[in-house]
């Protein structure tokens, strides 16, 4: 872990899913570009985004408000957030703040996708 | 805050691992988790909790330079690692007076998504919930807290 790390939030469809593939750090200063890459995966009526944790470096309570702040969005569009690629201290991390009951958490890429794709 | 909470017996002749002292900048956690990181691995704690205690030392550092030290590049946050045959400690101290525990609302994910609470505020929950004892005092203006992880209980902060 260094506090060099270009941080990144590449998005690709996958079978109609939009999928969020996070390389670096979520912190506060990430705001911005998570916004916006939620913003590309979300378009074209999907129902769910899928966020890709296998490139994550560093996630701060700073970034654990800012998964918050997507969940209330994806709510509010009727849309449902799934996750895959999470760190056992990550899953841990999860399981504390209870975000794991609001985001759906799988273990690869594919199982997220076709949860994302029955709704 | 005087309030201290202790799970876990003090050892009365801490050994010093590691001590430094950090500019108060957004960011300046990530020293502090990697220069702890260093001091501690020769001890073989478990991954799991290494990481757990990499994270509150994280959150604990963060909380200490922009609440204590307000960002303040003059007033600076001081990191001292040390410890005993079965545990691990790391003191973080700053220049404020600490939170009084009834200020601080328990993080609920669904508070925060029905808008009823802010979408932040994990740091404290977090640091309480990865470590075995959190100990805080305040004395001179200036404010500790201490983080303590046993390095014979694999499954504490599970």
Known sequence: MTDTTATTFDVRDVEDVGVIDITGDITPASDDALTTAYGKASQDGARAVVLNFTGLDYMNSGGIGLLVQLLVRANRSKHSLKAFGLTDHYRQIFELTRLDEAIGIHEDEAAAVSAANAG | ?158
């Open chain 2, 1 to 158: 805050m005087e309030a201290s909470t202790t799970r876990g017996a003090a050892n009365p002749d801490p050994r010093r691992l590691a001590g430094f002292t950090l500019r108060a900048e957004v960011g300046g956690e990530r020293a502090a988790i990697e220069r702890v990181r260093d001091a501690v691995t020769p001890l073989g704690l478990p991954s799991r909790r290494l990481e757990a205690l990499q994270t509150a030392v994280g959150e604990a550092t963060m909380n200490a330079m922009e609440h204590g030290s307000g960002y303040d590049p003059d007033k600076p946050v001081e990191v001292l690692v040390t410890a005993t045959e079965t545990a691990v400690s790391v003191a973080i101290t700053d220049h404020g007076t600490g939170v009084d525990d009834r200020d601080v609302e328990l993080p609920d994910i669904d508070a925060k998504l029905r808008g009823d609470q802010s979408p932040r505020g994990w740091g404290l929950f977090l640091v309480r919930s990865l470590v075995d004892d959190l100990e805080e005092t305040t004395e001179g203006g200036r404010h500790t807290v201490t983080l303590t992880m046993r390095l014979e209980a694999e499954e504490a902060a599970s």
